[in-house]
Nanobody, 118 residues
Framework: EVQLVESGGGLVQAGGSLRLSCAASGFAFGDVAIGWFRQAPGKEREGVVCIKYDKYITYYTDSVEGRFTITRDRAKSTAYLQMSSLKPEDTAAYYC???????????WGQGTQVTVSS
């Protein structure tokens, strides 16, 4: 069974940090691109960051550049999103996505809530 399970969300004050985890199972973790998305209430889901499967090339949306870092541990089949200098506008449900390059195959986790208080 294919699964992506996010964890690590919570309530934090502005300026604080959180690390989200995305644990994968049921597929070849090393062969997929991993992305983190977020969705705030009343807003569309947006891409936050993506790490490609081959050269560890990463892409960040402008609003998190320099504050968020994505990494992946192939041995643990887990991706991480280190979030620092958090702002209230970072408040959202965060989702992990795994995409198979060259196909439309994708897997999503159930999401983890991040709430940043001012």
């Amino acid at each position: 069974e294919v699964q992506l399970v996010e964890s690590g969300g919570g309530l934090v004050q502005a300026g604080g940090s959180l690390r989200l985890s995305c644990a994968a199972s049921g597929f070849a973790f090393g062969d997929v691109a991993i992305g983190w998305f977020r969705q705030a209430p009343g807003k569309e889901r947006e891409g936050v960051v993506c790490i490609k499967y081959d050269k560890y090339i990463t892409y960040y949306t402008d609003s998190v550049e320099g504050r968020f870092t994505i990494t992946r541990d192939r041995a643990k089949s887990t991706a991480y999103l280190q979030m620092s200098s958090l702002k209230p506008e970072d408040t959202a449900a965060y989702y992990c996505r795994a995409g198979v390059p060259g196909t439309t195959i994708e897997f999503w986790g159930q999401g983890t809530q991040v709430t940043v208080s001012s």
